[in-house]
């Protein structure tokens, strides 16, 4: 992997780690939800309902702050 391509994922995982944090620490309630999603596919699950309160929930959020 070339130096550029391996600075450019580096710089993108931070980015994306930095507002992932950032929104956890504002809204707990969706950091408890990306964990039950991420055991419930851990554990062969369906999912499909937690990432609709979590995306409904998301955009309820932006819909606040605009």
Sequence with gaps: MP???LLRSLRTWWF???IERGLYRKHPQ???RAEAIAAARR???KTKQLQED???DMLRLLRENM
Excluded: A, M, P
């Design 3 to 5: 130096v550029g391509s």
């Design 16 to 18: 994306l780690r930095k």
């Design 30 to 32: 969706l950091r408890e």
């Design 43 to 45: 554990n062969h699950r």
């Design 54 to 56: 979590q995306q409904n």
